[in-house]
């Protein structure tokens, strides 16, 4: 049979590490605050190093522990919404610096749910085009568009990088995978870009130049997404919760994870977090979670782990996958 693997994972913060009681001298607000709320007690804030920069070096550790050359990625997919430049493509910056001059590379934008939407599209490429190893990565330098002045927003994320290199394999690692969108309620999460400024344009309308978010509308989608994005998935490939052994949740708020274990009636244990020491890093933090599950638990072939992710957009979806390295 001809499928699809992870052959090997990698991720890299930066060495900055700000906790709460650093980030009560800036904004107004206290570790216990931020602590209740959302379970973060630090995060790691770039001061030198671009998304590009961070997601290279999430990468050579991929590559490495996948046993593979940079020669042999021919698909590189990077889920970000902090790039470094408009043009070129993050992913761009990453295959020359990694020397991966077989691949093709290109950005895609989905927000926190960044790192699901490109599995699953660098696993349809692999099928459909021939592709051999591909990279896929989830990037973000959040700390350069969050205002450090909104105290309901800076104290939330953190900047990271996470990727795997997804092969193709006599054995079938990807069991089922959907992503979908809701941009009904985009408003609640947006994030500026350039004006639209040309000299033909009489009154200039001014974009927000941060982050927004209405916490509380996307604290109501995240928690029933994740509870209904897993039962979608399981329900697709015929499974049932008890034959999962892992959930990698995309990493905001630990009172939304506890509310979907609560609802999914199953031990909170089962879903790997990591938020307390990195904040919310957007698109990379289910495969920096990953990587670290990997690491920490010492994944057996043969364990299944649910990938979930859910974010601006308003965008969700959900991997199972079976470890098979
Ligand atoms: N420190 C101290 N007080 C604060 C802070 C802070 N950092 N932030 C807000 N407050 C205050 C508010 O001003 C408010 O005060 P008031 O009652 O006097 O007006 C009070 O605390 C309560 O504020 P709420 O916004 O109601 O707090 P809530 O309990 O809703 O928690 C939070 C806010 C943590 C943001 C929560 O809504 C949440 O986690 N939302 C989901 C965010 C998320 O998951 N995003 C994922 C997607 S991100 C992406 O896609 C890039």
């Not at 049979?1 to 001298?25: A, F, Q, R």
């Not at 996307?218 to 994740?226: D, N, Y």
């Not at 919760?241 to 949740?249: L, N």
């Amino acid at each position: 049979m001809e499928g699809i693997i992870i052959k090997g994972t990698g991720s890299y913060t930066p060495k900055n590490v700000i906790n709460n009681i650093k980030l009560g001298e800036i904004v107004d607000t206290s570790d216990e605050w931020i602590l209740t709320r959302t379970g973060i007690k630090e995060r790691k804030i770039s001061i030198d190093e671009n998304t590009s920069d961070l997601a290279i070096k999430a990468c050579k550790i991929a590559i490495k522990n996948a046993k593979i050359s940079s020669l042999d990625i021919d698909l590189i997919v990077l889920a970000t919404c902090t790039p470094d430049m408009l043009i070129p493509s993050t992913a761009c910056i990453v295959q020359k610096a990694l020397g991966c001059d077989n691949a093709v590379s290109f950005d895609i934008s989905a927000a926190c749910t960044g790192f699901i939407y490109a599995l699953d599209i660098a696993k349809s490429l692999i099928k459909s085009n021939n592709y051999k190893n591909a990279l896929v990565i989830g990037a973000e330098t959040l700390s350069k568009i969050v205002n450090w002045e909104d105290r309901t927003t800076c104290v939330l994320f953190g900047d990271g990088a996470g990727a795997v290199v997804l092969s193709k394999s006599e054995e079938e690692g990807i069991i089922e995978s959907f992503c979908k969108t809701d941009a009904k309620k985009y408003e609640c999460l947006v994030a500026p870009s350039n004006d639209l400024n040309n000299p033909f344009i009489k009154n200039h309308i001014k974009n927000e130049k941060y982050l927004k978010m209405d916490g509380q509308e996307v604290f109501k989608f995240a928690t029933t997404t994740i509870v209904n994005s897993i039962k979608e998935v399981l329900e697709k490939a015929n499974m049932t919760i008890d034959e999962i052994d892992y959930i990698v949740p995309h990493q905001a708020n630990i009172r939304i994870i506890e509310h979907s274990a609560k609802k999914l009636k199953i031990d909170k244990e089962k879903f790997y977090t990591n938020l307390e020491n990195y904040g919310n890093t957007s698109a990379a933090s289910i495969p920096i979670a990953l990587h670290e599950l990997n690491e920490k638990k010492n994944l057996k072939k043969g364990d299944k782990i649910i990938l979930v992710g859910f974010g601006g957009g308003l965008t969700f979806g959900a991997t199972i996958i079976k470890w098979c390295v």
